[in-house]
């Protein structure tokens, strides 16, 4: 206990020399994180977290946590009247049938989607997929369910980064076969949802930098990249819940990366979603906000930012507003993105809020030997766990 009293004291007496030092040099931002970051985040005291929070009791708690996520969610896009679905293409496949749909995700955007339809007997249950970042815009839902109708290198492009982060497999396609509705949309920039500039080939072009001035001019007009980003998975929830052959009291959601992030997000924001189950992406703003770490860097992060929610909430808190619904969370010891020690603090608050309301059982945490990647075995673990809770009539137990 001493010793590490001692390494604390000498590490903010060294952190204060460097920060005087550098200050005097003529500069007050190093590795794109002003100086004074330490202190600033050491403001951060996550008042509504569970446990922190003066509301003692859970159900108004969690009520007041997502009216709270819903004043800084600010201007999401509104429910669209009609879907008006269309249904563009079929592909019957082995147990299921591929489709490739239009329809109006919201009273401001009519989109492109697939959606996978097991054969048997309906009503089933049905699995909301978002998909992942990875800096890779050209393709969005592609990453998760094989394309078909499409271009030549939109099918190798698809290919290619599930082979490079999914262990070449299709998580959707396998999803259906086991006998789940799969329904996947692409966010706001990414695939047939991205930008006109790509999309006329203009030389010198980067998706990278249009999506740091998109993020600047969604707060400009009172909103952010991430508002849509959720407002969208909210309204594809929605619009899964209404069809005939989905049991709405049966509805997942599972995402790798930023796919893990809005899976977490929307299982928190609304009970149309039963469970959940995230890949690759929990950790703590102590832990994330470093010199070193990807997520200072700006660009991919604004697709995870929402603009004031630090001041009440960490990520693992907004996690935890899904309690006590079941609740997958896998992360990797060798992911260079997730320090394990913010993946081992998210984890261990996770359980203290289910523990508390007698669900912990409910509650799966653990880290793999991996990198970011989802392997085929985090793969059948993940549906296992759906088959558990989406298959089973106890589902039904765990609806609040």
């Not at 009247?81 to 995700?105: D, H, M, P, S």
């Not at 592609?142 to 394309?147: F, I, L």
């Not at 080939?201 to 707060?219: E, I």
């Not at 549906?383 to 039904?396: A, P, T, W």
Request: charged content about 20%; hydrophobic content about 40%; overall charge neutral.
């Amino acid at each position: 206990m001493k010793r590490a009293l001692l390494l604390a004291i000498l590490s903010s007496f060294l952190l204060h020399t460097l920060s005087a030092q550098e200050g005097e040099r003529g500069y007050e931002i190093s590795r794109r994180m002003p100086l004074f970051y330490q202190q600033l985040k050491a403001q951060l005291t996550y008042p509504m977290a569970w446990g922190k929070s003066n509301t003692t009791d859970f159900t108004t708690w969690r009520n007041e946590g997502r009216e709270m996520l819903d004043h800084c969610l600010q201007l999401m896009p509104p429910p669209s009247r009609q879907w008006e679905v269309e249904v563009v293409a079929c592909e019957k496949r082995q147990g299921y049938e591929a489709q490739r749909i239009t329809f109006n995700l919201s009273a401001w955007s009519r989109v492109p989607a697939y959606l996978l339809i097991p054969e048997g007997e309906e009503p089933f249950p049905a699995l909301l997929l978002l998909h992942d970042h990875g800096a890779h815009f050209s393709i969005g839902k592609e990453k998760m369910v094989r394309p078909f109708g499409v271009a030549d290198s939109v099918a190798q492009d698809a290919q290619t980064w599930v082979e490079k982060c999914y262990d070449g497999s299709y998580v959707g396609d396998s999803l259906a076969a086991r006998g789940y509705v799969v329904l996947i949309v692409d966010a706001l920039l990414w695939g047939d949802r991205g930008c006109e500039e790509q999309r006329l080939g203009k030389p010198k072009f980067r998706t990278y930098d249009v999506q740091q001035a998109l993020a600047s001019n969604l707060m400009q007009m009172g909103s952010s990249l991430a508002s849509i980003i959720h407002g969208d998975d909210l309204r594809s929830a929605e619009f899964l819940s209404s069809l005939s052959c989905v049991d709405p009291r049966r509805i997942g959601c599972l995402g790798f990366s930023m796919g893990a992030y809005r899976a977490w997000m929307l299982a928190a924001m609304t009970d149309l979603i039963s469970c959940s189950a995230a890949i690759c992406w929990l950790n703590t703003t102590e832990q994330l906000m470093t010199l070193t770490n990807n997520q200072n860097k700006g660009g991919s992060a604004f697709a995870m930012l929402v603009p004031q929610l630090r001041l009440y909430m960490d990520y693992p808190h907004v996690a935890a507003l899904a309690c006590p619904k079941p609740a997958l969370f896998f992360n990797g010891r060798n992911d260079k993105l997730f320090p394990v020690e913010g993946v081992e603090e998210a984890f261990k608050h996770l359980h203290e809020v289910w523990q508390s309301q007698q669900a912990e059982e409910r509650l799966v945490t653990k880290l793999w030997d991996e990198k970011h990647y989802f392997n085929r075995a985090m793969q059948t673990e993940t549906y296992r766990f759906f088959d558990r809770y989406l298959k089973e009539s106890r589902i039904n137990k765990t609806k609040q």
